[in-house]
């Protein structure tokens, strides 16, 4: 019975750890009616990637072609260089995922106490909500 009251809690720690490993963060955002308004949610799946790695700010403007364009800002809270995968989906009126060639995963790396800006552009005139989704990066 102690050996087990000893392994319990290592475990239960050990599988909390790892299981944030693959699992994904989720920042969804809608355009607002005014200007620089943003209306967003988070889902946070690893805890861990979220400690280091958060978004600061979400910023929306359309383009000169018509589509809005979106910024994120992440900063890393670490004391190390963090890497890590994102991708954007763009969502219709509907809430449905258009495809678009643009929706792939891409690498990014940030420096210690850094901020980078990732950028997307909507792929059609009436898209203004968002997805970003990120993960640990190996």
């Known amino acids: ?6 392994i319990m809690p290592a475990a239960l ?3 909390i750890a790892l ?3 693959g699992t994904v963060n989720t920042v ?3 355009a607002g009616d005014k200007p620089g308004a943003v209306d967003y949610t988070s889902q946070i799946n690893d805890v ?3 400690l280091f790695l958060s978004a600061k700010s979400v910023r929306f403007g359309p383009t000169r072609g018509g589509p809005y364009e979106v910024q994120v800002t992440i900063a890393n809270n670490d004391f190390r260089q963090r890497s890590f995968a994102y991708i954007f989906r763009w969502m219709d009126a509907n809430g449905m995922v258009i495809d678009s060639t643009t929706s792939t995963w891409k690498t990014a790396s940030i420096a210690s106490g850094g901020t980078l800006a990732i950028s997307s552009v909507a792929p059609n005139d009436t898209s203004r909500t968002f997805q970003l989704e990120t993960r640990r990066s190996k």
């Open 28 to 30: 969804t955002a809608t």
């Open 48 to 50: 861990l990637t979220d």
């Open 1 to 6: 019975m102690n050996i087990l009251r000893t």
């Open 19 to 21: 299981g944030g490993c």
């Open 13 to 15: 720690l050990a599988s």
